[in-house]
């Protein structure tokens, strides 16, 4: 499929689109099978984002593409990463990472308001997450963004169960407001999406999302524009790449393995 040029500016404007019928039921089956592979074998990235006390439990786990073959194909097979490059405006889109999230039924843990971006070892404008559901979605546990908020500034990253900031030194970046005690304030977007839909951001678009009264599976793909260069911090990023150390110099195209070239618009 490929974006209308509406929808490619609309995403370039606000900061997040749904895209609908993103996956034919081939590509559906491969995220299925992906996210039972990773389940049934955590990697060691894997976290449990809630409470021993929440009556249900929030899953996560990075960068296993490479070693579950139905998450690189649905990456390089798929037109994932061609409709994120057309949304970006890109002329080439490389691969940074797959983030797998499961809500178990009950899950109360939210996903507080954040951006994605400063938790990740990358600068660049040309970004685009795909949060693509392998259950349905309803409105009220599907993901809300404020739109335009990807135009900046860059806000501070914090901990999702203890809100500590624990990246950027202390008044480095702007502090988060509290968007849920503003009403009004924020055009916030969110769609109920079907399993063969997905929602397009901006890693700086800023969102949340609430619990899930019934299982919610979803695996995000990560993709780099024209513009994306290295970023090394001196802390831990979310995900890690630790293979990066002495390899690829700050302010360099990510032209390394670890990220490769899935769509360009010369191929196309």
Known sequence: MEPSSALASEYR??????????????????????????????????????????????FEDFRNWDRIGA??????????????????????????????????????????????????????????????????????????????SHLGPWLMPRAFMTDEARWFPPGALTELADIDAEPGAHEILSWALEPDDAIAFNMLTLHSAAGSATRRRALSLRFMGDDVVHAPRPWKTSPDF???????????????????????SAAN
Request: proline share 9%; net charge negative.
């Open 71 to 148: 998450y690189r194909r649905l990456i390089e097979e798929s037109p994932t990463a061609a409709v994120a490059g057309q949304l970006m405006g890109a002329s080439h889109v490389r691969f940074h990472h797959d983030h797998l999230l499961v809500k178990e039924p009950g899950t109360r843990q939210p996903t507080p308001w954040h951006q994605d971006q400063p938790y990740y070892n990358i600068d660049g404008a040309q970004t685009c997450s795909l949060w693509i559901p392998a259950d349905s979605v309803p409105l009220d546990a599907s993901l809300r963004f404020v739109a335009g």
């Open 242 to 264: 630790p293979e990066l150390k002495g390899a690829l110099a700050s302010g360099a195209p990510m032209d390394h393995p670890l990220f490769p070239v899935v769509w360009s």
């Open 13 to 58: 404007s606000k900061g997040a689109v749904v895209v609908r019928g993103l996956l034919s039921e081939r590509e559906l089956g491969w995220l299925c099978e992906g996210i039972e592979a990773n389940l049934a074998s955590p990697g060691f990235r894997a976290i449990v984002a809630s409470g021993a006390d929440d009556p249900g439990r929030f």
